[in-house]
């Protein structure tokens, strides 16, 4: 409601500055009262039109008025002169109109802050027209921002942790050949505890530790022979299969059919189900993601006869979402996330998949999880059944290394990517030093390291070296600890079968589970030759590479660099995702013949896994593996592990403390 005081012809003073509270006289020459608007001729002859009836006031007499204008000086004046109020190229909203008397010049305090006035409310529009049109720009600014914060805040950390050990790391296993030569190269960085030799103890995988610990916090040196304490050795499990013993094991999956190129997602589930059916994997749970009712029915007619009987059982969206609602406290933990995290998916299927192997119908020794679409076991000996029965009796978690699948350039696809690839690149974990929580318990992502002896050099750089030019060339930087690129796109820790007798209430998670030790052995690691996972990697076509990461945009849990840079493709639109395709996964032939002859690359098909007969040169190029050395770094459960592919010595030349 307008106040008395606004009429045509009254006099008014208009707010320019509501901080330095300057007001401007003029009369009012139109009244809009519906608007709550007058406009306004000021004494300099110019005209506004539209002004909020809120920034006029009645006008007060001269000796006030003095007092207003004297703050501006000349000096404000001539600054507000200077200015340009015409920007060039800046799309401009409608704006309270200002105009001079004829055949006069737009000048005075009053012109300069009414065009001043509009050109903010110019300015106002387009940023937030800015904002609207670059929502989503903004979101990943913000988020990029509060990576580049914990980024700092772990490189800090680490620095701290492992900085003044990581500089003489090449010194300390400088020399690796054989055990003694590494104990030799570790004098100048291993801890203030000696370190002793290896007694082998056959399938028990560690030996009891012996010696004592010095109290002497000076480096040590070379000083004497004796037993190496079990903490520095582990050795990875090779199954004795002579005694007939058997296992079950169940493998749990969670599949999403909506999104992906059909048929090919249906054609890929089944040859999956059938391959570990195969091997002797049993039940199999097939979660399924993203109701839709046509392609389950599908899937449930292309498996056939496979479905029941303790073979394969698919849960349907509304069976799983109410396990998951079921799942306690891990439901508290995970249920928010459930809508833009993967892992927090798969983790409550894991639990679930749990609580039906628990079932009384049910006797299940093992679980697998989460084993994906893209993922495939491998076995060398009769069957999974054989193998998890032949699991010693203190063995409560087994972890087995993961091998990515290459494509080589020209490669055509086909329906499913188990016939097609069968290039892999071997476990990093098996060729180069990493550093990591005391591996295979730690449940993080291990920071690889240089051979002291410049073995594979040359093939670890062709990798780095690939994966930097691609960083380069999108402008892309890895926010999280560690180098920009890596010798796997993908993870490196592996995957976990779990003994369910020792998880009746643990927590599951994707790579290891959390429980207390149990035994002497706990947690350990099938040996290469023995078994492991053939991880097909963004092998089904630039389709499904783009489905792919089209769908999962909001994860922020997976901060693996290819992950990161191929969700900014995703979000950039466009040819980018078929760009980044075309440059990662296509790799020259000639480039991979030294890289199998090296044995960083290896033949292998999921088929060949499958045969008990078969005479894989992937077997071949694992044996002799024996498992890793270890050396305590100064942060509490951080070590340098050392790949050792022969067994070590019963005595070794031992690391003593200088006094």
Not at 326 to 355: F, M, P, Y
Request: aromatic share 8%; charged share 20%; net charge negative.
């Amino acid at each position: 409601m307008l106040g008395p005081w606004l009429f045509v012809g009254a006099s008014v003073e208009r707010e320019l500055d509501d901080v330095s509270s300057i007001w401007a006289a003029g009369r009012v020459v139109a009244v809009d009262p519906v608007m709550g608007t007058a406009d306004i001729e000021y004494e300099d002859g110019l005209t506004e039109s539209s002004v909020l009836a809120s920034e006029l006031r009645p006008r007060m007499d001269q000796s006030m008025a003095a007092e207003i204008a004297e703050p501006l000086g000349p000096e404000t004046l001539e600054r507000l002169g200077r200015f340009d109020f015409e920007p060039a190229n800046r799309p401009r909203t409608e704006a309270p109109t200002v105009t001079g008397s004829p055949g006069s010049s737009v000048g005075g305090l009053t012109a300069k802050i009414a065009a001043l006035r509009a050109q903010t409310a110019s300015l106002v529009d387009h940023v937030g027209g800015l904002r609207r049109e670059h929502s989503s720009q903004l979101v990943v600014r913000d988020a990029l921002l509060d990576d580049s914060l914990q980024a700092a805040q772990a490189f800090h950390e680490t620095q701290m942790k492992a900085g003044a050990c990581v500089a003489d790391i090449r010194g300390l296993v400088d020399g690796l050949g054989e055990f003694q030569n590494l104990v030799a190269g570790l004098g100048d960085l291993a801890p203030a505890s000696s370190l002793s030799g290896a007694s082998s103890s056959g399938e028990s995988g560690q030996v009891e530790p012996s010696g004592g610990e010095s109290s002497s916090s000076s480096l040590p040196r070379l000083e004497e022979t004796r037993e190496t304490p079990a903490s520095h050795l582990v050795e990875a499990w090779r199954p004795s299969l002579g005694d007939g013993r058997k296992a079950t094991c169940a493998v749990c999956s969670t599949l999403r059919l909506t999104g992906y190129p059909w048929p090919g997602v249906l054609h890929t589930a089944v040859a999956w189900a059938d391959h570990h059916l195969t091997l002797g994997f049993g039940p199999i749970f097939l979660f399924l993601d993203e109701p839709d009712p046509e392609k389950e029915s599908a899937l449930r007619t292309a498996l056939g006869p496979r479905v029941g009987n303790d073979a394969v059982e698919l849960i349907e969206r509304a069976e799983m979402e109410a396990a998951w609602q079921e799942a306690g406290q891990l439901w508290d933990e995970l249920g928010s996330e459930v809508g833009h995290e993967v892992t927090a998916k798969q983790i409550l299927n894991c639990a679930s998949a749990r609580s039906r192997c628990q079932a009384a119908h049910r006797q299940v020794d093992w679980l697998l999880c989460n084993l994906d679409l893209d993922e495939a076991m491998f076995f060398f000996g009769p069957d999974a059944q054989s193998h998890f029965g032949a699991a010693p009796e203190d063995a409560w978690q087994i972890v087995y290394l993961n091998h990515e699948a290459v494509t080589a350039e020209g490669e055509p696809h086909g329906d499913t990517w188990f016939g097609q690839n069968n290039l892999f690149k071997v476990s990093p974990l098996l060729k180069a030093p990493f550093i990591s929580e005391r591996f295979p318990q730690g449940d993080s992502e291990p920071q690889l390291l240089r051979p002291p002896d410049g073995s594979g050099d040359e093939m670890l750089e062709f990798w780095q070296a690939r994966n930097d030019r691609l960083s380069e060339q999108h402008s892309f930087r890895k926010r999280a600890g560690g180098s920009t690129s890596s010798y796997f796109d993908g993870y490196v820790r592996g995957k976990v079968a779990v003994r369910l007798s020792v998880f009746p209430e643990s927590r599951p998670s994707i790579h290891r589970w959390s429980c207390p030790p149990l035994g002497e052995r706990g947690s350990t690691v099938c040996a290469p030759g023995s078994g492991g996972v053939l991880h097909y990697l963004n092998c089904g076509g630039v389709d499904w590479f783009a489905a792919k990461y089209g769908q999962r945009l909001q994860e922020s849990q997976n901060r693996l660099w290819f992950h990161l840079l191929a969700q900014e493709k995703a979000r950039a639109g466009g040819d980018a995702l078929q760009e980044l395709y075309d440059e990662v996964r296509s790799v020259p032939r000639e480039a991979l013949e030294s890289q199998l002859a090296a044995g960083f690359l290896v033949s292998l098909s999921a088929a060949e896994a499958a045969n008990p007969d078969s005479e894989s040169a992937c077997r071949s190029c694992f044996s002799g593996f024996w498992g890793w050395a270890l050396v305590a770094l100064d942060a509490a459960d951080v070590f340098v592990h050392v790949p050792l592919w022969t067994e070590p010595t019963l005595e070794v030349p031992a690391l003593a403390a200088e006094t």
